[in-house]
């Protein structure tokens, strides 16, 4: 990136006057490149500038930013300006929504690494939902929690952001301080370090709070493991108020509704419990299909049971009948049916023709379906009764 460009993020200036140098043409929307700007494209995982050019007094909506190979910025519009002098005005809500939470990220890592000092930030997105990207050995709920307080406080304490221009081989001073740099991503032939205060150092493009301060507030949203990275979602400033404060009743509701102080531990025994009585409870069910008579054509109904738990049972009963099964299920009927004797695929098919989805072999097939379980048993009878 131009480092002309820095001047202008790092003094906040977000309107500008400045000459159109040419104009590129991209399907129905236009590319003005201009001789100098105040506007972002995405880069470090910062999204792009939106905003306005204003020319003859027309205001013409700039949708975004990007770069061309040459580091040329160019402004997408749907019309072009009539006039070689512009003024451009950066969205600035849009630019300090992502400036809070770019700063934010940089002080909640900084956290992490003080907590858990394997975790390497993978990537950024901080378009709709901010997420961090994180590589580590192990990464838990409590060095999230650790690092988010220690990220509540660097943002009380007002911290001030210093921002250091250095060439590549004049860095020693700031690694020895804690430096965070990804040297293979530096494209320029310098490094724009962006500091804060001695609590925090790292080499980034983006744009950031001067105080840290501005941040307001910061709160973790989420936190999941996926593929080989942990992946951490988060909100700041009055977003992160709002919902602590919802979080917070919902806790407090879910202690009163369980009725004990230690609501993770209550919980979790919930749950295992929940799981130990389901696989129970499959047990009997499965002893109790074994308890069933079959005729040469026999069928049973039953009410919201566990699919695989009737498949297996199913098979115990049709040695030498043919056995339809129906479960009421949310609104749907699903049948199983198993037979030596007829073709239970091609019944089942004719049976769906219309309505339903689902199939299998020649001895074994399932669906569901909306039919009505009297339709079902007369439809499979007939068919049954003609094919044996
Ligand atoms: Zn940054």
Redesign the pocket.
Known sequence: MNKELFKYYDNNILTLKANVKSVIKDNDIFGVILDKTPFRPSS?G?PYDKGWLVSNGRRIEIIKATSDDKGNILHWVKEIPDSKEVELIVDKDRRARFTKL??A??IFFGSLKKVNETADVYKINLDETPQIFIKADSLNYEDIFKAEVLTRDVIKKGLKRIIHYRSRDNLNDLISRGLRIKENRIKDDFVRV?EFDGYDL?A?????VENTREIGDFLVTDFKHEKDYYVVSFVVGEEAERRRQELSEEARLLRKLVGKDNLVKEVKEMMDNKARFKQKYHHYLLEYLKTLKADRFSYFIFNNEESKVLMRGVKGLCSNNTVLFINKKDGLNEVILCSKNVDCGGIIKELIKENGKGGGSKDFAVCSTELEPDKIVEFVKQKVLKQE
Do not use: A, I, M
């Open positions: 470090g910062q770019h700063s990220e940089h962006v790292s980034c493009s983006g744009t950031h």
